[in-house]
């Protein structure tokens, strides 16, 4: 079984910065892709970024230039470092993980984390 742990969400200004931490624990063989989603109120859930066990990275083009993602293999963690954000960058942000255990693939999902971009 694998868990994660979010943290580092909040309430932040337009023009600030947070960082988002997403920890993985479990019996987990490999750690493949890491990536990080957001929901709004009344939006489908998207694809923020992604980043592979090589370290190739995509974003959606609404963070290009103002989100960065990465990763500590060490820690198993990823990381999700926002900045110059928007008050439409306001969402629940979850982070995805999949890999294999040693009886299979897994594929799960933080339990969300907030940010709210307003003055």
């Known amino acids: 079984q694998v868990q994660l742990v979010e943290s580092g969400g909040g309430l932040v200004q337009p023009g600030g910065s947070l960082r988002l931490s997403c920890a993985a624990s479990g019996s987990m063989f490999t750690v493949d892709n890491m990536a990080w989603y957001r929901q709004a109120p009344g939006n489908e859930r998207e694809l923020v970024a992604r980043?592979?066990?090589?370290?190739?990275?995509d974003y959606a083009d609404s963070v290009k230039g103002r989100f960065t993602i990465s990763r500590d293999n060490n820690k198993s963690t990823v990381y999700l470092q926002m900045n110059s954000l928007k008050p439409e960058d306001t969402a629940v942000y979850y982070c995805?993980?999949?890999?294999?255990?040693?009886?299979?693939?897994?594929?799960?999902w933080g339990q969300g984390t907030q940010v709210t971009v307003s003055s």
């Open positions: 980043i592979s066990s090589g370290g190739s990275q």
């Open positions: 995805n993980v999949a890999g294999r255990t040693g009886w299979g693939p897994y594929d799960e």
